[in-house]
């Protein structure tokens, strides 16, 4: 009898499941401009609460302690549109300035790789099928070149309406703050008195993962992104701050974020000469294994529970779905819910 009821619980669950994936592919551009606000908001509010709950303690209420937060955060947002922006734009315009010269060099490398295959004395069906590769492989990097600068271009188009999505969602985070009791207690009286403990269990779990998972990105991508900066500083890379935040940033990006972020920067120094490539490469390497072994266990201290291989698959899935924001958000979301199938099935057996 209990075999049947686990068997028809999976079964339950699996439909679910299933429905829900299959409601999300269906809407997911009207989900995205829903939900934005709203995951932006819960990562403004688990970023702030700490800061607020340290207030609190010092006899400073939690209204007054979120405004102090968002008034402090607004000075230092005008301080660096000042001073520290037009540095970086400077900085960017002149990396992007760089992409004609950089386009030529590689476009002379991979014509003179052309011509000693043409030249060689490789049997013809082995050229034929080298230059049919070598046509498909640069069809592809074209398509997604062109795909990047058309997101870029959109996303450019739309800043105005991610700058409310921004001011929404500081809204949304200072309610959530705030207001933090009188959304645990609406929660909970909708859930059966019976189920509530393993509701209060899930929740505090799901807390702990999204909690370690924002602190521990931001943390790391902030340690990564000066390391980087500094070291490409050291050998001479030019651009070094941006290709530094583009590390860093690209880092939040489980197992594929480092390779994504170390491409401008071999890009740039390939520009210079092969021995800084040799070097931003090394570079790279070393700082993504002091990384792996001291800064990302003891930041996030693997909390997630997740196994390697589940953490890739769901980044491809991420990424094929919702592009880099599925990327950046894949991970967490898949952990919470691998807790709420983990709780659900043992309160249904």
Same mark, same amino acid.
């Given at each position: 009898?209990?075999?049947?009821?686990?068997?028809?619980?999976?079964?339950?669950?699996?439909?679910?499941?299933?429905?829900?994936?299959?409601?999300?592919?269906?809407?997911?551009?009207?989900?995205?401009?829903?939900?934005?606000?709203?995951?932006?908001?819960?990562?403004?509010?688990?970023?702030?609460?700490?800061?607020?709950?340290?207030?609190?303690?010092?006899?400073?209420?939690?209204?007054?302690?979120?405004?102090?937060?968002?008034?402090?955060?607004?000075?230092?947002?005008?301080?660096?549109?000042?001073?520290?922006?037009?540095?970086l734009?400077?900085?960017?315009?002149?990396?992007?300035?760089?992409?004609?010269?950089?386009?030529?060099?590689y476009?002379?490398?991979?014509?003179?790789?052309?011509?000693?295959?043409?030249?060689?004395?490789?049997?013809?069906?082995?050229?034929?099928?080298?230059?049919?590769?070598?046509?498909?492989?640069?069809?592809?990097?074209?398509?997604?070149?062109?795909?990047?600068?058309?997101?870029?271009?959109?996303?450019?188009?739309?800043?105005?309406?991610?700058?409310?999505?921004?001011?929404?969602?500081?809204?949304?985070?200072?309610?959530?703050?705030?207001?933090?009791?009188?959304?645990?207690?609406?929660?909970?009286?909708?859930?059966?008195?019976?189920?509530?403990?393993?509701?209060? #269990? &899930?929740?505090r779990? !799901?807390?702990? %993962?999204?909690?370690?998972? /924002?602190? $521990?990105? *931001?943390?790391?991508?902030?340690? @990564?992104?000066?390391?980087? #900066? &500094?070291v490409?500083? !050291?050998?001479? %890379?030019?651009?070094?701050? /941006?290709? $530094?935040? *583009?590390?860093?940033?690209?880092? @939040?990006?489980?197992?594929?974020?480092?390779?994504?972020?170390?491409?401008?920067?071999?890009?740039?120094?390939?520009?210079?000469?092969?021995?800084k490539?040799?070097?931003?490469?090394?570079?790279?390497?070393?700082?993504?294994?002091?990384?792996?072994?001291?800064?990302?266990?003891?930041i996030?201290?693997?909390?997630?529970?997740?196994?390697?291989?589940?953490t890739?698959?769901?980044?491809?899935?991420?990424?094929?779905?919702?592009?880099?924001?599925?990327?950046?958000?894949?991970?967490?979301?898949?952990?919470v819910?691998?807790?709420?199938?983990?709780?659900?099935?043992?309160?249904?057996?």
């Amino acid at each position: 009898m209990i075999g049947i009821r686990r068997v028809v619980s999976y079964i339950v669950l699996f439909l679910i499941g299933a429905a829900i994936i299959l409601f999300v592919t269906t809407y997911r551009d009207k989900l995205v401009k829903i939900f934005f606000p709203i995951v932006l908001a819960g990562i403004l509010a688990y970023i702030i609460r700490p800061l607020v709950l340290k207030l609190e303690k010092r006899n400073i209420s939690r209204t007054k302690g979120i405004l102090l937060i968002y008034l402090v955060s607004g000075i230092v947002l005008i301080v660096s549109v000042i001073f520290i922006v037009p540095v970086l734009v400077n900085n960017t315009r002149e990396f992007i300035n760089t992409f004609p010269e950089l386009t030529l060099e590689y476009k002379n490398n991979f014509n003179n790789v052309v011509k000693m295959i043409d030249t060689s004395n490789w049997p013809p069906e082995i050229k034929n099928a080298v230059f049919r590769e070598i046509n498909n492989t640069a069809g592809i990097l074209e398509t997604k070149i062109l795909n990047a600068l058309r997101n870029a271009l959109f996303g450019s188009i739309n800043a105005a309406a991610r700058i409310g999505d921004f001011i929404i969602a500081m809204i949304i985070a200072y309610y959530l703050i705030k207001d933090a009791e009188f959304f645990k207690r609406n929660f909970l009286s909708l859930v059966p008195k019976g189920w509530r403990n393993n509701a209060i #269990a &899930t929740c505090r779990e !799901i807390n702990d %993962i999204l909690s370690s998972f /924002i602190h $521990g990105q *931001i943390l790391t991508a902030v340690i @990564i992104g000066i390391m980087e #900066a &500094t070291v490409l500083l !050291i050998i001479g %890379i030019k651009y070094a701050p /941006i290709l $530094g935040i *583009i590390g860093g940033i690209a880092n @939040i990006v489980p197992y594929f974020g480092p390779f994504i972020g170390a491409i401008p920067a071999v890009a740039v120094a390939f520009i210079d000469s092969p021995v800084k490539v040799i070097w931003t490469v090394v570079a790279f390497v070393v700082i993504q294994q002091i990384d792996n072994a001291f800064i990302s266990p003891k930041i996030i201290e693997g909390r997630l529970g997740l196994h390697p291989v589940t953490t890739i698959l769901a980044v491809l899935a991420g990424e094929e779905f919702f592009g880099i924001t599925g990327m950046l958000v894949a991970v967490p979301v898949t952990a919470v819910l691998k807790v709420i199938l983990k709780r659900s099935i043992e309160a249904i057996v």
